[in-house]
């Protein structure tokens, strides 16, 4: 286990901001994790679990303990002649388990291709791209309670999933640590290539698992900046959905606004289309701004803040609602 104090936490946000917390413990185990929830001292601090940090604003230091898990184990657990079952550890960089997905020909992960993170927290968010989310491969979800230290297994059916949400972000946040997930994937070959341009970037390249991981790396790398290069957190907003009518009048106002159907009858519009309509795509500030090929993601074009970024977001926030008379959410939780 790894306790150490007035700790920097600048590799583990992907906005690249430079906080710290008051003390930083990384477990290796189930064990470790319930020995730090029976300690007098941490149940008196504030605490956050965070991941690869990928999903992450920090606005101030933190004062309190940063958890991280670094359960990293990825083992077969059930197999016959149509799926396999993997046990993924919390740790697990999320790209790296679909690389070994891949390499292994188990169909199910490949589209959601070089989202960055880690396991559990691609659990906690629901993570999704190009019709795929992690739900749809989800079996269940290992997690220990925080009040009792009791290792529970909640059932993917029981997880609450929706559009970038589960239970772990409401109802059970902040009493469940999510320690590792039960994965179902496919022995057969099967693919999902009807979101975006995938079949036009596999006119040059094999069908196959390679194939379709090749052409989805492809895809993100041209709309979305490397947080190595320029600190970002992915998308910032999540897309808003609205009643039919007012999605009827926005299109006679704007006949090329964008819609899709969503549950309940809503219909649900492309945040970056709407940001993109306010004039901020390519829009810098100082040290902040809007990429100038995908107007969902803010970046740090060097040496911000949290707050800057924070108040970038909450400008465009505020023309979106302007214009349209639509709020949109941020995907990325503010620390």
């Keep these: 286990m790894k306790i150490e104090p007035d700790y920097p936490l600048l590799t583990h946000n992907t906005f690249g901001i430079a906080a710290k917390c008051r003390w930083f413990i990384e477990y290796s185990s189930v064990t470790e994790l319930q020995t730090v929830l029976r300690d007098e001292y941490f149940r008196e601090l504030p605490w956050l679990h965070i991941g690869g940090g990928s999903n992450l604003l920090f606005v101030n230091d933190f004062d309190g303990v940063v958890l991280h898990s670094a359960i990293k184990e990825i083992t077969v657990v059930d197999e016959n002649a149509n799926?396999?079952?993997?046990?993924?550890g919390a740790a697990v960089v999320w790209d790296n388990l679909v690389a070994h997905?891949?390499?292994n020909n188990w169909y199910g992960t490949e589209n959601?291709?070089?989202i960055p993170g880690e396991t559990g927290a691609a659990a906690v968010q629901n993570i999704g791209a190009y019709g795929v989310e992690i739900k749809d491969l989800i079996r269940s979800v290992q997690t220990v309670d925080v009040a009792s230290g009791q290792e529970i297994w909640i059932d993917c059916e029981n997880c609450l999933y929706g559009?970038?949400?589960?239970?772990?972000?409401?109802?059970?946040?902040?009493?469940k640590v999510v320690t590792g997930i039960r994965l179902r994937l496919s022995k057969k070959e099967r693919y999902s290539l009807e979101y975006g341009n995938i079949k036009e970037k596999l006119q040059n390249i094999p069908l196959?698992?390679?194939?379709?991981?090749?052409?989805?790396?492809?895809?993100r790398n041209e709309k979305l900046p490397d947080p190595k290069e320029h600190g970002n957190a992915g998308s910032f907003f999540m897309n808003p959905s609205v009643e039919k009518d007012f999605f009827d009048k926005l299109k006679s106002q704007h006949p090329n606004a964008p819609g899709y159907p969503f549950k309940n009858g809503l219909v649900k519009i492309p945040a970056a289309w709407l940001i993109e309509q306010c004039g901020w795509k390519g829009k810098r500030e100082g040290?902040?701004?809007v990429w100038q090929k995908q107007p969902l993601v803010l970046v740090n074009y060097g040496n911000a803040t949290g707050k800057e970024i924070a108040a970038l977001a909450d400008a465009i926030k505020q023309s979106v609602a302007g214009k349209f008379g639509i709020d949109i959410a941020p995907e990325v939780l503010y620390v």
Excluded at 163 to 175: A, D, P, V
């Design 83 to 88: 799926f396999v079952e993997l046990f993924a």
């Design 101 to 103: 997905c891949v390499e």
């Design 112 to 114: 959601l291709s070089l």
């Design 163 to 175: 559009y970038r949400e589960s239970i772990f972000k409401s109802e059970l946040k902040g009493q």
């Design 208 to 219: 196959s698992l390679k194939g379709v991981r090749e052409a989805i790396i492809a895809i």
């Design 287 to 289: 040290n902040v701004g």
